[in-house]
């Protein structure tokens, strides 16, 4: 070793003390012992192995220590830094390394270390510079970048070709690290470059990319290069690949996650102690059996936590462990949790040991044992109690030998029988058991595996097999249904058969009114929807000729429930299921599937035509009104048909269409059937899909909202606009109204749709009351909304229309519900109190489709009614006869005396337009004024101050 202190060697100092480029960091006090260290690199620690806790002696040659160790006490003696170089075996080489030592406190030394092997071997071999320096460089281990200030290459060797794929013309020239570096690494680059040019060295690690693509993690030793003047104009750069290392630090670091993953999830408790069992680390399950933390673990002995009883033979166990009498041992002992009380465990300890043989660690695999020790203990009460349960059973409880002669029985049993214990005990199994097996049905039961009690007898003890179908002969000769259960049990030192038998009369009874409950109607006593079910796939499987299913619906049974109330309804219902069972023969079924809906299964009719007969005959029936509570009650039912002489047919094919049916029948006027053809399910299918494509629709903002003015036939100009809704499809293009709003309304998406509608009208109208300010003493430009029959008839739709407005700040007086006629004439008091509450709020109301409902004067002048909308089938006849004419007049004329303005809708020409003025009608819209139109349309309508062209009188 040599010194080589003084200020014209190569060793910077960052601010924190330590050399640039520093391989390892340690710290030793004056006797040479570690008190800290570092590896900059995980490879590095090869250099100085096993140093933690021990003194530099024990890393490095007694020369190399003592001469360390001499400047250490220089530096300690004269509080100066020294530098000093030592050479050190290296995996099986000799390295040259360079020492800076300087102060650190009292009698603490900080020594930085780093590799000049290189440095050296190329100073050693200087006389030639050219020629050796050119053999070091190509015959280098590492490859070697020489660049310029912006890391453009100067010179390389062979060892970088083949690291990275590329010739020494390819690299030459080039920028380093925009070549050979993937883009993410460039800033980081950058910073070391500029590092490296105040002269600073430094070793990193990157991952290079190959002229291949292919990527490999290398080690740089970056150091500046500086021309003869001093001045830096460059850098060096040695390069190892280091892609090995690197996966095998990734692979011990996964290896350490999963036994560390292993160790904290363990279902079992793991400890780890010393030699003298004190706790090192121990996992949760260990924690959460002993109560206490891992801190407060940390540091007890095992037998601190053990029941002092155990604490003995644990330490004669572990004395026999360390010394290599035992490999491992088991037992059972007893810890004591942290709150006080006792777990029973079984630990299982085993010992590591170093490459001497000496014992390390002690490894405890604890299992918590406690509920078996319970359990264990309870088997022993149970032996004692057995006798005293075995009398007091609720159970009667038979003891028999494998002949079936009865060795033993409880009192219960003497009760369930009817016999005393002495006449029991004079019995056999034989003699009250009514299904006892023939002697041929024991002879195949023992060449299939054995009988019952054979395979009893051959089990373990307290295996239990459970008969529900046996029956008893009590000793007056009654017999009675019993649950039994055998299992073999020791007794008096012999294996016998334990019976016990519970008479399950009630249950058996509440069975049979169970499986009636659940196969029948508990309204009328008729088959249910699974009993239908049942019998018709039966029917179908074992058919002789044809089968008919015919569906049944009540018509307008809802106004029989709602005027008359549901109990009235139950009773027409249980009428119903009368009338149809006199209509059928014995043979065939009439079941009730819920609500008002009945199916008749017709079995072996020859042709379509008894199936319609059938269904005349029902229609016939139900014509005569029923009588209730002294009312006479009309209903009719509507019937679909569907035969079948297939025998592909299936249930739920046959109920679906004769479904479809009846509805093919309700919509061509109800009390009447129709027979299904195919075609009916190919438009279900149609509108649901239908349906499926609206749902989506909605939820992908496919509908769109336009407007159509409805204009003043005084003034000529827009009094309001209607909001209309459209749905332009991706797939199916432009859908119209008047083929999904049914589907809407059917499926109560119309409610969602409504609320779409709504919120953003009063969000345009709010926009549009800034345009058309109205007038003193006017009410201001109007939008109207119409309310769809379901969103009449919530409860809530007052509160929730305000909160819309509240919303969008819109005058309450803008807003013009539309509600048809016949929503509002549909329970007319309900609705009455619905239009009051909207009122309230301030909105104003119309009444629309007027003249294709059926109102009554005397309620149309109770609602709060502000316009009265002429259905445009009306204004359509206008000028083609004098009945639409009537028609019209009398309306407006109606409106008036009633306080309303009435609007026309449908209007397409000057003929009509002129009529509506002679006739007195307030507002108009239709194409001859405006088609629905954008809002964006409107609003420049709007905002033009144009007024629409109307002729005058």
Known sequence: MSSVAGPDRDVSVTHDGEAAGTDLLFRINRAGEFLGFEARAPGNRRVLPGVAGGNIRDAVPPEVADEILGYASRVLD??????????LPVDEALRDFELLLFPEGEDEVRVA?????????????IGDPEMHFRTVVENLGEGLLITDVDDVVLDTNSQMTR???YGREELLGQVAYKLLLPPEWWPEMQRRMRTRMVGLSERYEVEYRRKDGSLFWAEITGSPYNNASGETVGTIGAVSDITSRKRAEEALKESEAWFRAIFEQAALGISIADPDRRLLKTNAAYQALTGYSEEELVGKKIADISHPDDVPLDTELNVKLCSGELDRYQREKRYIRK????AWVHPTISVVRDDGGEPRFLVGMVEDVTGRKATEQALKESERRFRQLFEQSVEALFVHDASGRFVDCNSQACRLLGYSREEMLSLSVSDVSCDMLTG???????KAGGTLWQRVMAGEVGTFAVINQERNRRKDGTVIPVEVRVGAVDYGGQRMILTSVRDITERRELEERLTRQAFHDPLTGLPNRTLLMDRLEHALSGRRGGLAVLFLDLDNFKVVNDSLGHEAGDRLLVS????LRECLRPSDTVARLGGDEFTVLLEEVTSLREAAWVAERILERMRPPFVLEGREIGVTPSIGIVFSDSPGDRPGDLLRNADLAMFQAKNAGKARYEVFEPRMHQEALDRLKLESDLRRAIDRDELKVCYQPKVSLGSGEVFAVEALVRWESPQRGLVLPEKFIPVAEETGLIERIGQVVLEEACRRARGWAEICPSRPGEPPLGVCVNLSARQFRRANLAAEISQVLRETGLDPATLILEVTESAIMEDAEDKAAQLDRLKDIGVRLAVDDFG???SSLAYLSR???????????FVEGLGNGRRESTLVSGIITLAHTLGMKVVAEGVENNDQLSRLRELGCDLVQGHRFWKPASAEAVTRLLDSGTVADIPGP
Request: charged share 40%; hydrophobic share 25%; with cysteine.
């Open 113 to 125: 270390m780093r590799d000049v092997t290189l440095r050296r071997f190329v100073e050693k071999e």
């Open 78 to 87: 004269t509080g100066e830094a020294q530098t000093c170089e030592c050479r």
């Open 339 to 342: 709150d006080g009380s006792v």
């Open 863 to 873: 609602f709060p009614l502000d316009f009265l909308k002429i259905d445009r089938a």
């Open 576 to 579: 119903v299921g009368r009338r």
């Open 852 to 854: 294709t409902g059926y």
């Open 163 to 165: 690291l990275t794929g």
């Open 440 to 446: 041929e049905e024991r002879e195949r039961q023992e």
